[in-house]
């Protein structure tokens, strides 16, 4: 998740924020040896807040991480978002690409959605018994 008002960067950002290659980025520990802390910890693509990357360039003391109550404006990427609806991960992916899910907003190559379009979203699906499915099973007339 990416609370509201932070700007989120990627590795290959951070890097030219500090003046140094992705290489001796990767080599060197990344963003262990810089003391950063990813804003969406154990993902395929780490995101970091660009205060605290600036801070670290200007050998300034680690700001934290902001610690927020749940905003409507916070972005939320499709692993925040199969926990919120209590589903896998790929269902997600497969409503982003059909289409049940829309509204993406793309921060350094990442999909995101914002807390509020996926409650509205989710609040206009329709709900059980509304439609779909088979056909009841019809009851054997008694008269036959």
Same mark, same amino acid.
């Given at each position: 998740m990416i609370p509201r008002d932070t700007h989120a960067?990627?590795?290959?950002a951070a890097c030219?924020?500090?003046?140094?290659?992705?290489?001796?980025?990767h080599n060197t520990g990344g963003a262990t040896r810089f003391e950063l802390t990813p804003l969406?910890?154990?993902r395929r693509k780490p995101l970091y807040d660009q205060r605290q990357v600036e801070a670290a360039r200007d050998h300034? %003391?680690? @700001?934290p991480l902001p610690s927020r109550p749940p905003?409507?404006?916070?972005l939320l990427d499709d692993l925040d978002i199969a926990e919120i609806l209590a589903v896998q991960y790929?269902?997600?992916r497969k409503d982003r690409a059909d289409g049940r899910l829309t509204g993406w907003i793309q921060v350094c190559g990442v999909h995101h959605l914002t807390r509020a379009k996926l409650a509205s979203q989710i609040? %206009?699906? @329709?709900?059980?018994?509304?439609g779909g499915g088979r056909p009841r099973k019809q009851a054997a007339s008694p008269a036959e």
């Open positions: 960067v990627d590795a290959q030219q924020i500090l003046g140094i290659s992705y290489k001796s980025w969406n910890p154990g300034r %003391a680690i @700001p905003h409507p404006d916070d790929v269902t997600v609040a %206009a699906r @329709p709900g059980k018994g509304v």
